[in-house]
């Protein structure tokens, strides 16, 4: 009795003290970090702090706001952030704008799952999450930068292990701070990648963007992007339990006697002698476990196991796959648009126009500036508001435009980017009014895109692209292929708003629907849908590899 009470005594102590180890660390992580650090974490998180200040002024500035940026970071974010996390979710919403989202974010706060014990342990040890939500290409970028041999064979998994690996010992070689990561960390991305990064989770990029700002947006949104890979993976593989289950069963009933008997025997399962139906169903399903494992149900439980167990290290390969698509949509998209359209693309960002005119070098420099971000306001701005949007901001301005009652949309376009054209010109308080009213109104112009456009204002804005329509096309058609369109121009290949997550949930939920098809077809096609599923997965990613090659080719032949 004294030995046992003495060894939960021990129990308890070691218990209290893990509790007491895991509260200090957690409320006081930032204790550690230089000040370097601390100063950086302030600067990403858009908090002010005097300078030059002593470390004990950057702890208290990081004390004050940690647990409202770390642990409840969504008060901060935009309405259509909100709106796209909670989409994720399933949750649908209305639009609305970001003076009215108080209601968005009580909403979201229902369904944070992250406390700040566990938020600031992740801190604790930033190496084992900050990659997560790279790429294949970028960790292997990542390792070959820095000198760290590539393990073979070279898969995502082992890529990402290899880096976790040596994420401090490469800070100290670069000597660097690696508890609050600094920009070395993303010396091997490119700004397209960075911009890419924030489009596919519908983080606003910061406008007009530099390198640094880009930097710290991703570093802000690392931890998010890792939560939700999480989550993904937790659903994943809450699906694959469930569609093991209800696969067995379905299998069971559409078998045979004789198809049960020949499975219990070829796993060692005595059957007595003149058992029943209900007598060999309830046996079999007592062995549930080589039911799942040996039988034609496994070859699709290892297929759907294959393309779920890992959907944490494997979701930056799925949207790789699917981003190959988007760019290959989108250079077909951009092959049919005018040249002044092309033209407008890259002057958009700030990129000269080649010089031959030639449309095939437009088309080319388009391509090469696909992942560049827009650069803040611009005359193109104004390209798809809506007649009272374009009212309103020349009514601002106090141009007559706005007046005229004749005036069609186009003219009110033209208008409003001469306005704009000549505020810029001049700068001072005319440039700085005018960039004041777009940013107050940019979102909700955006918001209403195409919903009140006319027929012949879509076929209008459609022709500016150079693409035709014939009499006939129904007004959602229009719509869709403006907005299809619109997104190209303003992001390129990328379009805000839970890419990643609907790339992990539709590839889960399509292996589970060839679960349910294996499943109801019975034994037989179960076979055929285990021998599908592995075919298709492995035609997918011939092809993603082919596609790559190709479009590495091209890239390297165009250049």
């Known amino acids: 009795m004294k030995v046992a009470w003495s060894s939960a005594l021990l129990l308890a102590l070691a218990a209290e003290s893990t509790v007491a180890s895991s509260w200090f660390g957690t409320k006081a992580v930032y204790n550690k970090w230089h000040e370097t650090e601390l100063e950086r974490w302030l600067s990403d998180h858009n908090i002010p702090y005097p300078k030059p200040a002593d470390r004990k002024d950057l702890q208290n500035t990081v004390k004050q706001n940690w647990n409202a940026k770390i642990a409840q970071p969504y008060n901060d974010w935009s309405a259509p952030q909100l709106q796209t996390y909670l989409k994720q979710k399933g949750v649908q919403t209305q639009k609305v704008s970001d003076k009215n989202k108080d209601g968005l974010v ?192 496994s070859s699709v439980s290892s297929a759907f196991g294959a393309a779920t167990s890992n959907a944490k290290n494997e979701g930056s390969s799925v949207t790789e796959d699917a981003q190959l698509k988007s760019e290959d949509a989108f250079n077909q998209a951009i092959g049919t648009w005018s040249d002044s359209r092309l033209k407008a693309f890259l002057d958009a960002r700030g990129v000269p126009a080649p010089q031959s005119g030639k449309k095939d070098e437009l088309v080319k420099q388009v391509r090469l500036n696909k992942h560049k971000a827009a650069t803040g306001f611009s005359a193109w701005t104004f390209d798809t508001w809506t007649v009272d949007n374009l009212k309103g901001y020349l009514s601002n301005q106090k141009n007559k435009a706005a007046k005229k009652s004749s005036a069609s949309r186009e003219d009110l376009v033209k208008a409003a980017q001469d306005s704009y054209s000549s505020a810029s010109k001049s700068g001072g308080s005319n440039y700085a009014s005018v960039t004041s009213y777009l940013a107050a109104s940019t979102a909700t112009a955006k918001d209403t895109t195409f919903d009140t456009w006319t027929d012949s204002e879509l076929k209008a804005y459609l022709d500016s692209y150079g693409i035709k329509t014939y009499q006939g096309t129904k007004t959602n058609e229009l719509k869709a292929l403006a907005r299809k369109n619109a997104q190209y121009f303003r992001y390129g290949t990328n379009s805000p708003g839970g890419s990643l997550w609907s790339s992990l949930s539709g590839s889960a939920q399509w292996v589970l629907n060839q679960l349910k098809i294996g499943a109801a077809s019975g034994r037989k096609e179960g076979v055929k849908g285990g021998d599908a599923v592995k075919e298709a997965g492995t035609t997918a990613t011939h092809r993603a590899g082919e596609a790559k090659q190709r479009a590495s080719d091209k890239v390297k032949e165009e250049l």
Not at 228 to 233: M, P
Not at 240 to 246: D, G, P
């Open 106 to 297: 009580k909403q979201v706060k229902g369904y944070w799952t992250e406390s700040a014990d566990s938020a600031s342990n992740a801190y604790g040890s930033v190496q084992n999450w900050i990659f997560d939500s790279w790429t294949e290409s970028q960790l292997k970028s990542f390792l070959d930068k820095n000198g760290i041999p590539a393990p073979q064979p070279r898969r995502r998994d082992t890529l990402l292990a290899t880096a976790r690996q040596n994420y401090a010992s490469t800070a100290k070689k670069l000597n660097e701070y690696s508890a609050y990561p600094g920009s070395w960390l993303y010396e091997s991305w490119s700004d397209s990648d960075l911009k890419e990064f924030l489009d596919a989770r519908g983080v606003p990029v910061p406008q007009p963007s530099t390198r640094d700002k880009l930097v710290a947006s991703v570093r802000r949104n690392s931890r998010l992007a890792s939560l939700t890979l999480s989550e993904a993976a937790a659903s994943a593989s809450s699906s694959a339990t469930a569609a093991k289950e209800s696969l067995s069963d379905a299998l069971l009933d559409s078998w045979s006697d004789s198809q049960i008997k020949e499975w219990a025997d070829k796993n060692g399962i005595k059957v007595p002698q003149g058992s029943k139906r209900n007598e060999l169903i309830a046996l079999a399903r007592k062995h549930r476990s080589q039911l799942v494992g040996d039988n034609p149900a």
